[in-house]
T-cell receptor
Framework: TQLLEQSPQFLSIQEGENLTVYCNSS?????LQWYRQEPGEGPVLLVT?????EVKKLKRLTFQFGDARKDSSLHITAAQPGDTGLYLC????????????FGKGTKLSVIP | EAQVTQNPRYLITVTGKKLTVTCSQN?????MSWYRQDPGLGLRQIYY???????DKGDVPEGYKVSRKEKRNFPLILESPSPNQTSLYFC?????????????FGEGSRLTVL
């Protein structure tokens, strides 16, 4: 079973600060997704990256897929209280996989 | 509104009393899946279905059953629940036949087994 390790596990920052969350594995993934989960709700997809070295931006969020497709990062610029939530990365070992491997998540709190 | 609906949202039951958690999606999705989410363990897949009448085990299938008789419904059955099945359960669906497309999750069903 391929594993995805996320770090840090918990992060508490002040509004306006920048932060980076990491998702690492020793295995290669065909694609990697990032989800955000708010309390009492199911995860919601933020982005999918499929090409090594790919960078995608979603407003203040920047996602990067490692060149070797073994790791990914999520960078948030000028964090806002609305960014608070659990951030999950999920990887597919190959194209057409029926199963995703989820990381355990990074719980982010942005304090006003 | 496109959505995945789970019922019940909350349930407290006792050991051994059979229960079913229903899941329905209105997006005509091929792929559906069940996950459980536990502190420190993250999201783990229980079962998934690629199409009607086609299901397969995920990483933690013991103690669970599923069926996919209709495209829109994918119920999760606990024949004889035990306390270690206390968890937060999520149903998800995707327009692709695999897990690599966007997964749409339900709001979750919190189950407590006493």
């Amino acid at each position: 079973t391929q594993l995805l390790e996320q770090s840090p596990q918990f992060l508490s920052i002040q509004e306006g600060e920048n932060l980076t969350v990491y998702c690492n594995s020793s295995s290669v993934f065909s694609s990697l997704q990032w989800y955000r989960q708010e309390p009492g709700e199911g995860p919601v997809l933020l982005v999918t990256v499929v090409t090594g070295g790919e960078v995608k931006k979603l407003k203040r969020l920047t996602f990067q897929f490692g060149d070797a497709r073994k790791d990914s990062s999520l960078h948030i610029t000028a964090a806002q209280p609305g960014d608070t939530g659990l951030y999950l990365c999920a990887g597919a070992p190959k194209a057409g996989s029926y199963q995703l491997t989820f990381g355990k998540g990074t719980k982010l709190s942005v304090i006003p | 509104e496109a959505q995945v609906t789970q019922n019940p949202r909350y349930l407290i039951t006792v050991t051994g009393k059979k229960l079913t958690v229903t899941c329905s999606q209105n997006m005509n999705h091929e792929y559906m899946s069940w996950y459980r989410q536990d502190p420190g363990l993250g999201l783990r897949q229980i079962y998934y279905s690629m199409n009607v009448e086609v299901t397969d085990k995920g990483d933690v299938p013991e103690g669970y059953k599923v069926s996919r008789k209709e495209k829109r419904n994918f119920p999760l059955i606990l024949e004889s629940p035990s306390p270690n099945q206390t968890s937060l359960y999520f149903c998800a669906s995707s327009w692709t036949r695999t897990a690599t497309g966007e997964l749409f999750f339900g709001e979750g069903s919190r189950l407590t087994v006493l």
